[in-house]
């Protein structure tokens, strides 16, 4: 998934649940804190994709699967994003954060800039 859906995904999360906005980790330690299920100090593959998808699955009203006019306003000429491909990206992106490459992430890793 290239950045513009990325980008697409964070502003319709936004205008979605303004109020969760507020609630929004500011540190990588606290995203760490937040994604880290079992609490060993380091977010796993499973772990960051189960974070990561929670606001695509807040947006996916109907449940199906995919985001798309079904579930709401879309930007003229945005395609339907279907979670299978966003989780595949969301792999993706876990493991080129994964500089040491331990198969894990640190509060370190999760500052970093997505690439």
Excluded: C, W
């Amino acid at each position: 998934m290239n950045r513009l859906r990325y980008a697409l995904l964070g502003t319709l999360l936004m205008v979605a649940t303004p109020a969760l906005a507020q609630d929004f980790p500011r540190t990588p330690k606290e995203y760490l804190q937040r994604m880290d299920a079992n609490g060993d100090g380091k977010v796993d593959e499973a772990e960051y994709v189960r974070y990561m998808s929670q606001g695509f699955l807040r947006m996916d009203i109907n449940g199906d699967g995919v985001i798309d006019a079904n579930d709401g306003p879309m930007r003229p000429g945005a395609k339907p994003i279907h979670l299978d491909t966003f989780q595949r990206s969301l792999i993706q992106q876990f493991h080129k954060l994964d500089t040491n490459h331990d198969g894990f992430l640190n509060a370190k890793e999760l500052a970093q800039p997505p690439q």
